[in-house]
């Protein structure tokens, strides 16, 4: 079955430095992937997504790169911020799934000190 | 525009009692789903559904039901409650735009069963 996790539980960046979390998958067949930002006591919020036609894919300040070689994705923080501080979580979907339905991983937590 | 919303924020119960978590979105959107999120972990399945009067199971529906009378709302009834069932209950919502599934979480409910 579908197998998403994360390479390292916790990362610490200092303010203003780019940070890069990772995230690996198990099942070929997953077409599309998701990342989650998810601050204390608050649901996962939509940061970035991608598909499995795509290498990379820019947002605002957040990049991410898709190896489908050696199923793996990254989400890359420009300049990060305190108020990066939180969980991100990497999910993913297979071609032919049920509409939206995801697959989490464990989830990296991302501190950022001054 | 509310969003998600869930109701209640904390609830704790006692072994063998049954509750019903709340869940409603004003977002017009088909799908919905339920997760789990246990700590060092990432969100699991329970139950979800594509439409009204259609729910299927996740990867973790034992103990758990949910019904679909309405777009709106979806709720999660624990039957009898099991100290294994304490955990953060999300719920989220989404719509398909452009081929992606963008899902909005909710706060979250945080159970604790005695």
């Known amino acids: 079955g579908e197998s998403v996790g994360l390479h390292l539980p916790t990362l610490s960046v200092q303010e203003g430095d780019n940070s890069i979390i990772n995230c690996a998958y198990s099942?070929?067949?997953?077409?599309?992937f998701i990342w989650y930002k998810q601050e204390s006591g608050k649901g996962p919020q939509f940061i970035i997504d991608?598909?499995?036609?795509?290498d990379k894919r820019q947002g605002q300040r957040v990049t991410v790169l898709l190896n489908k070689t050696v199923k793996h994705l990254s989400l890359q923080i420009a300049a990060t911020q305190p108020g990066d501080s939180a969980v991100y979580f990497c999910?993913?979907?297979?071609?032919?799934?049920?509409?939206?339905?995801?697959?989490f991983g464990r989830g990296t937590q991302l501190t950022v000190w001054p | 525009n509310a969003g998600v919303t869930q109701t209640p924020k904390f609830q704790v119960l006692k072994t063998g009692q049954s509750m019903t978590l709340q869940c409603a979105q004003d977002?017009?959107?088909?799908?919905m789903s339920w997760y789990r999120q246990d700590p060092g972990m990432g969100l699991r399945l329970i139950h979800y559904?594509?439409?009204?009067?259609?729910?299927d199971q996740g990867e973790v529906p034992n103990g758990y039901n949910v019904s679909r009378s309405t777009t709106e709302d979806f709720p999660l009834r624990l039957l009898s409650a099991a100290p294994s069932q304490t955990s953060v209950y999300f719920c989220?919502?989404?719509?398909?735009?452009?081929?992606?599934?963008?899902?909005?979480f909710g706060p979250g409910t945080r159970l604790t069963v005695t």
């Open positions: 999910a993913e979907s297979s071609r032919g799934s049920t509409l939206g339905r995801l697959y």
């Open positions: 099942n070929s067949a997953s077409d599309y």
């Open positions: 991608i598909r499995s036609n795509m």
């Open positions: 977002m017009n959107h088909e799908y």
């Open positions: 559904s594509v439409g009204a009067g259609i729910t």
């Open positions: 989220a919502s989404n719509r398909r735009a452009g081929g992606t599934y963008e899902q909005y």
